[in-house]
Each structure stands twice: as C-alpha cells, then as structure tokens.
C-alpha cells in the first residue's frame, strides 16, 4: 500500500476526521482515511476495545487491517480515544459507523445513531459536517437533524467556522448531515475502500458536497452525487438486489438437480450477458453475515411501512431460510441415517476471509445437525474463538480441531460450508485416507466434482448432482387401443 499523503486536497489538508464506531465499518473507514493522508480520531465508547486496537490489535480478522493499523498508530495519524465528546469536538468530518442492529419485526434498532446525534449536538463547537456511513433506512438522516437542532437548543452559539449562509447564527446550529453509505465487503474491505466500484454522497448543500467529493477525489472512483434520501436507499437497494441475486440462482440450483443440469454451467451461460453479470450468482448454502439478512428484513420493513408490497423480498428471505433444510436432508441422503455418525465441518464463517460467524448459515447447519444426534469435529481457519463463544467447547458431540486434516479423522462425511482457499488446496487423498467413510458434502460448490471423485470420494454438491429424468413420451402411460 502506498502513502497517499502527499495527495490530499488543500482546502482538507488540516481538517480532523472523527469516525465515531470502531467495528468492521469504521476501523478500515478510519484506517484507510489515514492512509489518504488524514489525521482521524477513531472513537469508541468501548473503553476496553480502545485499549486494545491502541496496542495494535484490530480485534477482528480482516486481511491487511493489522499492518495498517500499526502503520497508522505508528504515524500518528490514527488516534483512538474512547472519549466521544472529545472526538466529537475534534473532528470537522464526522463519519457515523456505530451499528444499526435489529428489532424483533425487522425494523432497523436505530438507538445508538440517535444517541451519537444527541452527542453531537451538545459538542458542537464550529461547522461539522455529519456523515452517516451505517446502514439506515431512508428518511434516517432527516431524524439526525433534527435530533441534533433539537438537543443543540440552549447550547453556546458557534464559535469558528463557515455557516451555510457564510454568517454564523447563534439560532442554529452550523451542520449539515450527509449520507455516504459503505460497499465495503468483509474479507475485503480494505480493497473496497481503496478501489470502490463507486463512492455514493447523499448530500443537501454544495459545502457538504465539496467536502465529500473533494475527500474521495484522490481514489479516482466514479461519485454519483445524490440527495440523501436516495443514497440511503441506494445502500438497502444494493444488498437487497444482491441477496435477490443469491436465492434466484439457489432456486435454479434446485431445479437443476431435478433436471440433470449443472448450475455453475448455467451461472456462466447466463453471467457472460453483460445485463446480468456473473458475480453473486454462486449457489451453495445461502446468505449469511450481519448485513443481507438483517438488511433484507429492514427493507421489506420500510417497504410495509411505506404501504409498498415488495413480497419479492419476501420470498428472497424465504429461499434462503430454506436452505438449511436443503444441505441437511443432503447430509442424511448421502448418509441414510444421523444419529451417531461422525461429520467434519470445514469453516465456520459466514464467508472466507473473515472471523464473522453473525448469522452464519454454517452454525445454523450446525445447530441442526447436533439436533440430529451427529458427532461434528469443526475446523475454520480464523472463526473458531468466536463460534467458541456460541458453541463452548464443552457442547456434547462438538469437537474443535486444529486443522481440516484433524477434522476428517474417523469422520464419515465431510462437509464444506465456508469457501476458504485453503480448503480448496487440501490433499485429497490424504483427507480421504482419514476418514472412515470418504463422503464430501460440498455446500459452496468449490471443488471440481470429477478431482475429487478421482480421488475416491462421494461427492455431493449443491445444484450439480441430478440425474436426467427419463423423458417421457406423450403417450406414455396411456392404454394402447
Ligand atoms: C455485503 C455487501 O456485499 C457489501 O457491499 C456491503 O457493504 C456489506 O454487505 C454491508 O452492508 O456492510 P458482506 O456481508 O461482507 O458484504 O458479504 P458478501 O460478500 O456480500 O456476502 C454475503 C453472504 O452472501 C455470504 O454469506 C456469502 O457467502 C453469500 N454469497 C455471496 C453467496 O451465497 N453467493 C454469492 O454468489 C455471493
């Protein structure tokens, strides 16, 4: 990674960058600020969190992370505090990043963005520019000014800065809010942040846009510019679509099992017609993670709330709850019976590259194989600590092993629910030999079929396996005259 420092516009060159929120959102948000050139104050009212990414720990695996951020402890350009108010006070650019988690009914929990408003508001000290960078429903900032005019009342009037009419009154407060929502990817972010396919601002004055743009100009990405409605909703519509994307190629791998057809052919055939696309059209287990799930079920609660009937989303939730069901009653066919059989987990993330097992259909799978009865030795390469936290390593029948090979000991299936690249190097005929019976359940299609047959396995994947049903003449089963 290079030193983009020299690269920073001058009108931002001393201006504080505060991300207030130190989690998957806001760490490589801040660090990759930095890394443009910026001072950042990265706050976090977890005093203890703090304490650890200043000793140079990340807290949570994302490749890059560790070198940046001692990179940037390093230059001073990072600084972690857990004094809100100070970063608050601090900072003329204030990035949002706190969570967004969920109610009972799917409604995005919005407490901790009100309660970093209501801190705003009594630190207001100078023009701040508010920037929601969480993933909120549309009409969110709206409420953040207001909450912040609001809880402003009765405060100092500013004290330095521009106003927007250029004349600072002591009747308002001098802020705008903007929404500039994250793409970022976990396993990936720091990637995304560098090379985004765009950089969306939601922004309602020329000043907040100049800001914004002026800030993202040095990554050479397309900015589309909207108001801010709209660039929240740009953010539920992306992950929305993308979850669409992953149930519709899901059900074509159900159908093609019943057909006899090959679902990666199909993502192929249909992904090289440049309307469609091939990325986010591998079948497998299902969608996981903190945000498709809970960012689906806000959107459809947006959607009912606003009297708009988008079952479609529905029926995306739907296929991919269903999808635990699909690869367990896969594990019992391949086995003929559960209870007592021993079975290798390979990963535990919701996806490869992370440690994130929030909403991972892997522990979901889990969960319901240990009701079956089953013995499972599980194995991921970085998301054994937390699924520990879920799943003690005294659970009955659980066994945690150290490395995939450790896994497939005396097991009698072996399933692959994280796609992680060193699983896809495994030596096959070594695993193979491990085990007492060599069957491997393949849930994110990430092996050849034919390499691992070859090397004596049954193998099941998902959407890949059907036979071609006997074709049936017209007049078949009809009485001859
Ligand atoms: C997702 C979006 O991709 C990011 O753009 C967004 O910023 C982020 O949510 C967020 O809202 O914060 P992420 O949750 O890190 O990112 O993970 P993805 O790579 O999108 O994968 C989500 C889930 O879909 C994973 O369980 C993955 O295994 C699954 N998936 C993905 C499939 O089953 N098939 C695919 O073809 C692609």
């Known amino acids: 990674m290079t030193d983009n420092a020299n690269v920073v516009k001058p009108d931002l060159a001393d201006a504080t960058i505060t991300v207030l929120g130190l989690g998957h959102i806001g760490l490589p948000t801040a660090l990759g600020l930095a890394e443009l ?63 967004t988690p969920q109610k009972a009914n799917g409604q995005a929990d919005l407490a901790q963005v009100e309660a970093v408003a209501r801190v705003v508001a009594r630190n207001l000290n100078g023009y701040k520019l508010i920037v929601e960078k969480s993933t909120v429903p549309a009409i969110t900032a709206q409420w953040l000014k207001r909450t912040i005019v609001r809880y402003n009342l009765g405060k100092p009037p500013v004290a330095e ?15 705008d809010v903007a929404s500039n929502p994250e793409f970022l990817r976990e396993g990936k972010a720091l990637e995304d942040f560098f090379r985004p396919d765009r950089i969306v601002c939601g922004v309602e004055s020329e000043r907040a846009r100049r800001i914004l743009t002026s800030l993202y100009s040095p990554l050479q990405r397309p900015i589309v510019v909207t108001d801010i409605s709209t660039a929240e909703l740009i953010k539920h519509a992306a992950n929305a679509f993308l979850s669409t994307k992953i149930s519709f190629i899901n059900m074509v791998a159900d159908l093609c099992e019943k057909v006899g057809a090959d679902v990666t052919a199909v993502t192929n055939g249909i992904g090289l017609d440049s309307r469609i696309g091939p990325q986010f059209l591998d079948a497998g287990i299902g969608y996981g993670g903190y945000c498709f799930p809970k960012d689906v079920r806000a ?53 490869a590259g992370t440690d994130d097992i929030r909403e991972a259909v892997s522990l ?54 994280t796609e992680w690249e060193e699983f896809r190097q495994l030596d096959l005929l070594r695993l193979r030999d491990l085990m007492e019976v060599p069957i491997l359940v393949d849930g994110r299609n990430l092996f050849n079929p034919e390499t691992v047959r070859q090397a004596g396995f049954e193998y099941v994947s998902m959407g890949r396996d059907g036979v071609k049903p006997e074709v049936r003449h017209a007049n078949q089963g009809k009485a001859t005259p």
């Open 161 to 175: 800065g521009e106003s927007k009419s250029g004349q600072p009154s002591p009747a308002s407060p001098d802020f």
């Open 364 to 417: 979901k799978i889990m969960q319901a194989l240990l009701g079956e009865g089953t013995h499972l030795r599980v194995y991921d390469p970085q998301a054994i600590p937390n699924t520990q936290r879920e799943f003690p390593p005294a659970t009955e029948n659980l066994t945690y092993c150290a490395s995939a090979y450790e896994a497939a000991q005396g097991a009698q299936a072996l399933l692959l629910l």
């Open 37 to 99: 050139g910026h001072h950042v104050i990265g706050a976090d009212d977890d005093a203890g969190k703090v304490e650890r990414i200043r000793s140079g720990d990340p807290i949570f695996y994302e490749p890059g992370l560790n070198d940046l951020l001692a990179k940037h402890l390093q230059s001073g350009r990072f600084q972690p505090v857990s004094k809100v108010d100070f970063a608050v006070q601090s900072g003329t650019i204030i990035f949002i990043c706190v969570g």
């Open 299 to 351: 959107f459809i609660y947006l959607a009912e709330e606003h009297g708009v009937d988008f079952s479609l989303l529905q029926e995306v939730e739907r296929v991919n709850q269903r999808r635990v069901d699909i690869f367990v009653r896969k594990v019992r066919q391949a086995l003929w019976t559960l209870p007592g059989k021993t079975l290798g987990i390979l990963g535990l993330a919701f996806k």
